[in-house]
């Protein structure tokens, strides 16, 4: 009966186990690269999409690790200005698998949310964007994603010309930012025209943008500030705007499309009238300008060029090349609804597609869960069979035990009785020896107070002598040239010699003991130097009136030293 209710009891715990092993399907090499690619994602966007896109398609991921696929794709693809369009349905995976209470489901909703722009879903983008900040209001560390948000809501707000809305969350976004990069780029969304009526915060705001840009050392953003500045229309301050689309120019890296700044540039010096200089940009502009729109407007402005150089020949074909652009513009807008139609229907299949592979993992898991049930059941079986048996034969060991450890119990009372008598002699002992300690070590303390008081007499009977006296004052001699210099007569060395030898008698002694090599004149150089006397007033001491006599005899004293030891 106890065995039944022991088996009973472990099948949840059997069953639990089993559920996570047959779950637990991490692709060790799919978890690496998805590793390798955030590592890339910051700091080269290009490998990490291309270490994604080369991920197996029968690669077969966890539902976490499909999220993570999901985000990291989505973040390469942004970084890299490539369409989110393949994203759809991975970020889809991502918001079913994080909670609101994850940062994760912030970066996917806001991925989310750029997809539908995209696809002119603005309403969507709104609601995606919105939920989004929501979420990262719970995660103030995470900055960089709230600010993200706060761009991208802006954008929307601005483009649905909401400009009061747009105004605030640009404001919001201000907030956020840290670097001088970011500073730069939330000025610029917050000068646009119809955010602010007073001019003068409007081009006040273009100036501090580009001040930050500048301090950013980006070239991209301090070209897009000063081609920001560039947009005044005045004419009394036409001259200024030249100037900043010229330095925009300059500050956009060779690896940017100069298309724009090419027909900024162009439209300027059409203003001035100068046409030929507006000629030659326009010109350039439409090199390698894909986008319709633009080359539509820069075809515009160079047939009224043309008009007003009475060139109406020219003028012609390029209106007719205008035309042609307008024209095709309609049916290249129908062509995209179609692409985003086929697109959804793309989406739908890949979804049913997914849904089914899911069936089945589920079905097989199944199987293998029941397989793995009926195998532990009878493991664990013969483990509790043999189980009882070696708890009989451990009973009988126990009681054999038992009596032997009563009987060592009776040696070891013995054993501590006399081990209580030793420790008492001991601390006895103890005690008399830290006794003898004491003694020493307040006898040794004693000895060196003495000699610190010796040698503090010491050196003050010597500075109560003439000849210490007389090398004091020399020492303080404030002459331009050292050969002015006065030096210790023969005389007075002589003295100098005879009062250190008897006052530093002990000291000689011992260092002649140990240092026999040691001539007279290197031990009052040592003594000297013991008193604290200077390197200067040592060699004066010895007449000499510069130092390099003194430091040979230094080094011949360190060779005597060393040829001792």
């Known amino acids: 009966m106890r065995n039944a209710i022991q088996r009973l009891a472990l099948l949840p715990i059997v069953t639990h186990f089993l559920l996570l092993a047959a779950c637990h399907r991490t692709d060790r090499q799919a978890e690496a690269l998805l590793n390798n690619a955030d590592s890339l994602l910051t700091v080269n966007p290009d490998s990490a999409l291309h270490l994604l896109e080369a991920l197996p398609a029968t690669a077969e991921l966890t539902h976490r690790e499909s999220a993570r696929y999901a985000l990291l794709l989505a973040q390469a693809t942004d970084k890299c200005e490539k369409p989110l369009f393949p994203c759809d349905s991975l970020l889809d995976i991502a918001l079913d698998y994080y909670d609101n209470d994850e940062k994760e489901r912030a970066v996917a909703l806001l991925y989310k949310g750029r997809l539908e722009v995209e696809m002119a879903q603005s309403e969507r983008a709104v609601d995606f964007l919105l ?180 060139d109406y020949q020219a003028t012609t074909e390029l209106l007719y090349q205008f035309i042609e652009i307008a024209a095709s513009t309609y049916f290249s807008e129908q062509s995209t609804k179609i692409q985003q139609l086929l697109h959804q229907y793309d989406i739908k299949k890949k979804i049913d597609q997914e849904q089914k592979r899911s069936k089945n993992s589920l079905e097989n898991a199944i199987r293998v869960f029941i397989f793995l049930c009926l195998a532990l059941i009878v493991f664990f079986q013969y483990r509790i069979n ?121 000291y000689i002694s011992d260092t002649k003991t140990q240092y026999p090599l040691l001539t007279d004149e290197d031990l009052l150089c040592l003594c000297l130097e013991k008193v604290g006397f200077s390197n200067q007033t040592i060699a004066l001491c010895f007449g000499n009136t510069d130092t390099h006599a003194l430091a040979q005899r230094k080094y011949r004293i360190k060779a005597r030293m060393n040829e001792r030891k």
């Open 131 to 310: 939920e989004g900040l929501n979420v990262i209001e719970k995660y103030p560390e995470d900055a960089e994603t709230k600010r993200h948000l706060l761009s991208s809501l802006g954008n929307e707000y601005y483009d649905a010309r909401l400009y009061e809305k747009a105004g605030k969350a640009y404001q919001e976004l201000l907030k956020c930012c840290f670097t001088d990069k970011d500073k730069s780029i939330a000025l610029y969304s917050l000068s646009q025209n119809f955010l602010t009526s007073n001019k003068d915060s409007l081009i006040a705001l273009k100036y501090k943008s580009l001040e930050y840009a500048k301090k950013s050392k980006d070239s991209a953003v301090i070209a897009i500030a000063a081609l920001n500045l560039s947009f005044e229309s005045s004419e009394e301050e036409i001259d200024s705007s030249l100037h900043y689309a010229q330095l925009a120019l300059k500050w956009l890296p060779k690896n940017k499309e100069r298309n724009n700044y090419y027909a900024n540039l162009g439209d300027i010096w059409f203003r001035k009238e100068e046409n030929d200089s507006a000629t030659y940009y326009l010109n350039k502009s439409l090199e390698n300008n894909e986008n319709k729109n633009e080359r539509a407007a820069t075809l515009l402005s160079l047939a009224d060029i043309k008009e007003k150089q009475k």
């Open 386 to 506: 043999k189980r009882d048996k070696q708890r009989t034969i451990n009973e009988q060991k126990l009681a054999q035990a038992q009596e032997k450890y009563n009987n060592l119990q009776y040696s070891i009372n013995e054993s501590q009785r006399i081990i209580a008598l030793l420790q008492k002699e001991q601390s006895d002992f103890s005690q008399e020896a830290e006794k003898y300690r004491q003694e020493i070590t307040e006898r040794e303390t004693a000895i060196e107070k003495l000699k610190t008081e010796k040698e503090g007499l010491r050196t003050w009977l010597f500075k109560q002598s003439n000849i210490y006296q007389i090398i004091e004052r020399l020492s303080k001699q404030k002459v331009t040239s050292k050969k002015k210099l006065t030096v210790l007569t023969n005389h007075e060395q002589k003295v100098l010699k005879e009062v250190v030898m008897e006052l530093y008698a002990d």
